[in-house]
Nanobody, 118 residues
Framework: AVQVVESGGGSVQAGESLRLSCTASGLVLRNYGVGWFRQRPGKEREGVSC??????YYADSVKGRFTISIDNAKNTLYLQMNSLKPEDTAMYYC?????????????WGQGTQVTVSS
């Protein structure tokens, strides 16, 4: 069975950084479109960043602050989040088998909470 598991969330002050990690079992991340999504309070889940055969996508709200990467040897996906803002507060989800436009995915993790205080 496919399983993706996130880690690395937490509570930080505005301007600080966090790195989220996602490990996968049952699939090889580099063979799939993969990405990070988030659901902010009162909002629908949205694509934050995805990597696929087309290229790399970042939501406008995180461009220049967040960086997505894959360590193929570890089969692990990362999201480096710098200059965090209170509006980045959300549950962050790792996804594999993402849609080409980063609008959804086939496999989801359980989520990791990120809270940014001002």
């Amino acid at each position: 069975a496919v399983q993706v598991v996130e880690s690395g969330g937490g509570s930080v002050q505005a301007g600080e950084s966090l790195r989220l990690s996602c490990t996968a079992s049952g699939l090889v991340l580099r063979n799939y479109g993969v990405g990070w999504f988030r659901q902010r309070p009162g909002k629908e889940r949205e694509g934050v960043s995805c990597i696929n055969w087309i290229g790399t996508y970042y939501a406008d709200s995180v461009k220049g602050r967040f960086t997505i990467s894959i360590d193929n040897a570890k089969n692990t996906l990362y999201l480096q989040m710098n200059s965090l803002k209170p509006e980045d507060t959300a549950m962050y989800y790792c996804a594999a088998g993402t849609f080409a436009d980063c609008s959804g995915s086939n496999y989801w993790g359980q989520g990791t909470q990120v809270t940014v205080s001002s």
